[in-house]
């Protein structure tokens, strides 16, 4: 059944008294985090893409925000966006989109993000263009002209006037099997990337840490039919949820389910295990402690034999 059809039956669990359920405050709420992995997207005063020292890329990647309107179809307690403000425009105006992103390029490459304040005081290898990274301010499968986006980025590239890069799609899952989207990953060369977030083994604490506009079991279906055509990395963020951590049967469960995908044909790279680097919004979600989510890890290498890293 179509992911939109489904949507009263699925609901996103009603707000909480605690908050947890709740909005966040604004962006830009929460004290900077001082570390270069921890500093939130620099927009540079673009509508389109911004920058970021990215963890789990291990250094810089420009972003282009796929979302400007802001939807997403899950609702994440650690999500960094701030969902209460209006979003703007629906689709992405791809040509002043390509001209960012371009100007951001040029910049990076001719050295000069390091002089802004934003980068001062980065090691280079910092400022090193890991990847341009399909993203957004919601779920970027929901874009409704994702694909004259992939189309135009990959465009850039291929002019050949400026070192080559990686692209990475980095997406929920929710519309990965939709032909517009399907049209876009055509595009992308074989050593591009696919990030899938996976959060949770259950429905029931998928609803509480994603707060979903669609069943598990669709995205694990939609994980599947994407990654027997190409292989995905699967990202795994855990938050501490009032000071508590994910259960001991929870993480096994999400570990059934990566052994499932894998079973059945799954073609899973690696699996990043990590926690909220950027500041919680939310007083309630915060940072689970390195032992726990090495535990994670080292539980999905045994139990799946998948390659499974911290970032
Ligand atoms: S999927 Fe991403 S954009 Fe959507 S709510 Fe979760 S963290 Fe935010």
């Known amino acids: 059944m179509p992911v939109e ?4 039956k699925f609901r996103r669990p009603a707000a909480s008294k605690n908050g947890l359920g709740g909005r966040k405050p604004a962006r830009g709420a929460g004290k900077p985090c001082e570390t270069a992995f921890g500093r ?3 927009r540079l005063d673009y509508q389109h893409v911004y920058a970021v020292i990215s963890q789990r890329a291990r250094g810089l990647s420009i ?10 179809s899950f609702d994440c307690v650690y999500c960094e966006v701030d969902h209460e403000t209006a979003g703007r425009e629906r689709t992405v105006d791809v040509k002043a989109m390509a001209a960012e992103l371009e100007h951001l390029l040029t910049m990076q490459q001719g050295g000069r993000l390091g002089k ?8 280079p290898e910092l400022l090193e263009l890991k990847e341009v990274a399909l993203s957004g301010d919601g779920e970027p499968t929901l874009c409704p002209n994702f694909d004259e986006v992939v189309r135009e980025v990959v465009h850039l590239r291929s002019r050949g006037d400026r070192p080559s890069f990686k692209i990475v799609l980095i997406t929920n899952g929710t519309g990965v099997d939709s032909p517009r989207v399907a049209a876009g990953l055509e595009l992308l060369d074989p050593q591009d990337e696919i990030w899938v977030k ?3 083994g259950t429905q029931e604490y998928f609803e509480k840490v994603n707060r979903p506009m669609v069943p598990l079991w669709q995205i694990l279906a ?7 055509k ?18 001991v049967e929870e993480v096994e469960q999400y570990v059934k389910r990566l052994s499932e995908l894998k079973a059945v044909g799954a073609q899973i790279s690696m699996v990043q295990v990590y926690s909220a680097h950027r500041p919680p919004h939310r007083p309630n979600c915060g940072h689970l402690p390195l032992k726990s989510l090495s535990f994670i890890a080292q539980r999905v290498r045994k139990a799946t034999g998948l390659k499974a890293e911290v970032f």
Do not use: T
């Open 63 to 72: 972003g282009v925000n796929l979302n400007p309107d802001k939807k997403c």
């Open 40 to 42: 939130r997207r620099n």
């Open 116 to 123: 802004l304040d934003w980068f001062k005081n980065l090691p």
């Open 198 to 200: 996976l959060d949770a």
């Open 230 to 247: 190409r292989p995905v990395i699967i990202q795994s963020l855990f938050p501490l949820i009032d000071g508590k951590e994910p259960s």
């Open 222 to 228: 939609k994980i599947l039919a994407l990654s027997k």
């Open 5 to 8: 059809s489904r949507r009263k």
